[in-house]
């Protein structure tokens, strides 16, 4: 079983829904969380850096951590073509070590 | 400096030989880490840096892999007698040892063993 896990989709939605990405881990040593954008064959771009449990919002983008339940979620308000992509969730234990990601999933945004 | 920065950025390559890539971290940014990630999987750690010392290094670095980062600035991974399941993207990504360590990837070296 992987650290964190992600579906993989594809999500496929219309232009200006609201679309709600999920992570579970399992290693209760994480104490960071990150989500990452990545376009087609280029490399990751940072969205949102949150640490332990709580919300983060940053304009259409809301991190959301509940350490619980093991649970990451990222929502995007108002979702453009152009957030068409794959988003990765990440966690590390300790600021500057290594980051475990989940496996990404697919979001297709419809015009 | 506007990001980190990588070379080549594609590699095709025949089975049994040696490649080297490179990465440049963002300038002040003392932290240096490699990720591989194969297609549709997300990157995997491999081994990070605090300056010229290499702090960890993953099990799935097997004896054909070393990096180095000599002066603590830029740094090299070398694969040797490459195998076809070594065909993958090779990210480089940097951090400043703050507290709140925000890792910024560059945009990867593209790696096809034939």
């Known amino acids: 079983q992987k650290e964190v896990e992600q579906d993989p989709g594809p999500l496929s939605v219309p232009e200006g829904a609201i679309v709600s990405l999920n992570c579970t881990y399992s290693?209760?040593?994480?104490?960071?969380f990150m989500w990452y954008r990545q376009y087609s064959r280029k490399g990751p771009e940072l969205l949102m850096y949150t640490y332990s449990s709580g919300n983060k919002e940053d304009g259409r983008f809301t991190a959301q951590v509940d350490k619980s339940s093991k649970y990451i979620s990222l929502f995007i308000r108002d979702s453009q073509p152009s957030d068409s992509a794959t988003y990765l969730c990440?966690?590390?234990?300790?600021?500057?070590?290594?980051?475990?990601f989940g496996g990404g999933t697919r979001l297709m945004v419809k015009p | 400096d506007t990001g980190v920065s990588q070379d080549p950025r594609h590699k095709i390559t025949k089975r049994g030989q040696n490649v080297t890539f490179r990465c440049d971290p963002i300038?002040?940014?003392?932290?240096l880490y490699w990720y591989r990630q194969t297609l549709g999987q997300g990157p995997e750690f491999l081994t990070y840096f605090q300056n010229e010392a290499q702090l960890e290094k993953s099990r799935l670095l097997s004896d054909r892999f070393s990096a180095e980062r000599p002066k603590g600035s830029f740094s090299t991974l070398e694969i040797q007698r490459t195998e076809q399941g070594d065909s993958a993207m090779y990210l480089c990504?940097?951090?400043?040892?703050?507290?709140?360590?925000?890792?910024?990837f560059g945009p990867g070296t593209r790696l096809l063993v034939l």
């Open positions: 290693n209760s040593a994480f104490q960071y």
């Open positions: 990440a966690a590390e234990r300790n600021a500057g070590n290594m980051l475990t």
């Open positions: 990504a940097s951090s400043w040892d703050s507290g709140q360590e925000t890792q910024y």
């Open positions: 300038s002040e940014h003392n932290r």
